[in-house]
C-alpha cells in the first residue's frame, strides 16, 4: 500500500520560499512507471497541477505554465522522498497543496494522494 | 491547456435516484496508441483530497462501487451515479492526463435532495 506523507510550514510571508516535502513509502521515488507530483487547491482556482518529477534513466521534469518560472521539484532517493520549492509568494499561492502519485505511459491518473497541506501567505 | 469544463457546478438528487454529471474537454483526449481516453474522475469530501474513481474514462479504480460509471469519447464525458447514496455527497472532479499541464474541471458538488 503507497503512502504519501506530506510536511512542511503552514505560514509563509509574501516574497519568500514555500517549501514542501513528501515522503514516499511503498513505493519508490526512483521507480520507472511512477511520477511524482504537486497539486494545490483554492476557492479561486479549484484544483490546479504544478508539476512533476520522475526518472527514466535520468530525471525529467515538468512544470505547469502559471508556475514554471518560481517552481523547482527534487527528488530525495537517500529519503525516498520529493519537494516542492516555490519561489516569491504572493497571496494567491494561498492553497492546500497535495502531493500524489502518477503513472507514466498509458496509465498517468493519480492513485494516491497526500494528506494536503494548507499554506497560507501572510505577513 | 486543455481546457476542462463541467456541468452543472452543483447537483441535487433524491437518495435511490440517478445522479449525472458532465465533462467537456477543450480539444480530443482519446490517445491513439491505445484507443483509451485520457480522463480520470474523482470524489472529493471535506477535509480529504481527492480519491481516484475512474480512469481511461470507463474503468472503475479497484474497490469502487459498481454504481459509479463512465462514459464518453473524444471531448465529451459523464461520471454517472445510479443510485444515489448518502456517502456519495461530495464534489466531483474529472481530469485530463493527455497531456502536460494536466488539467482538472472546476468541480461538481452534489447533495441530497
Known amino acids: 500500500q503507497v503512502q504519501l506523507q506530506q510536511s512542511g510550514p503552514g505560514l509563509v510571508k509574501p516574497s519568500q520560499t514555500l517549501s514542501l516535502t513528501c515522503a514516499i513509502s511503498?513505493?519508490?521515488?526512483?521507480?520507472?512507471?511512477?511520477?511524482w507530483n504537486w497539486i494545490r487547491q483554492s476557492p479561486s482556482r479549484g484544483l490546479e497541477w504544478l508539476g512533476r518529477?520522475?526518472?527514466?534513466?535520468?530525471?525529467?521534469?515538468d512544470y505547469g505554465v502559471s508556475v514554471k518560472s518560481r517552481i523547482t521539484i527534487n527528488p530525495d532517493t537517500s529519503k525516498n522522498q520529493f519537494s516542492l520549492q516555490l519561489n516569491s509568494v504572493t497571496l494567491e499561492d494561498t492553497a492546500v497543496y497535495y502531493c500524489?502519485?502518477?503513472?507514466?505511459?498509458?496509465?498517468?491518473?493519480?492513485?494516491?494522494w497526500g494528506q494536503g497541506t494548507l499554506v497560507t501567505v501572510s505577513s | 491547456d486543455i481546457v476542462m469544463t463541467q456541468s452543472p457546478d452543483s447537483l441535487a438528487v433524491s437518495l435511490g435516484e440517478r445522479a449525472t454529471i458532465n465533462c467537456k474537454s477543450s480539444?480530443?483526449?482519446?490517445?491513439?496508441?491505445?484507443?483509451?481516453?485520457?480522463l480520470a474522475w474523482y470524489q472529493q469530501k471535506p477535509g480529504q483530497p481527492p480519491k481516484l474513481l475512474i480512469y481511461?474514462?470507463?474503468t472503475r479504480e479497484s474497490g469502487v462501487p459498481d454504481r459509479f460509471s463512465g462514459s464518453g469519447s473524444g471531448t465529451d464525458f459523464t461520471l454517472t451515479i445510479s443510485s444515489l447514496q448518502a456517502e456519495d455527497v461530495a464534489v466531483y472532479h474529472c481530469?485530463?492526463?493527455?497531456?502536460?499541464?494536466?488539467?482538472f474541471g472546476q468541480g461538481t458538488k452534489l447533495e441530497i435532495k
Open positions: 481511461w474514462a470507463s
Open positions: 500524489a502519485r502518477g503513472k507514466v505511459g498509458v496509465r498517468r491518473e493519480f492513485d494516491y
Open positions: 511503498g513505493d519508490s521515488v526512483s521507480s520507472n512507471s511512477a511520477a
Open positions: 518529477t520522475y526518472y527514466r534513466s535520468k530525471w525529467y521534469n
Open positions: 480539444q480530443s483526449i482519446l490517445y491513439s496508441s491505445n484507443n483509451e481516453n485520457f
Open positions: 481530469q485530463q492526463y493527455y497531456s502536460p499541464p494536466y488539467t
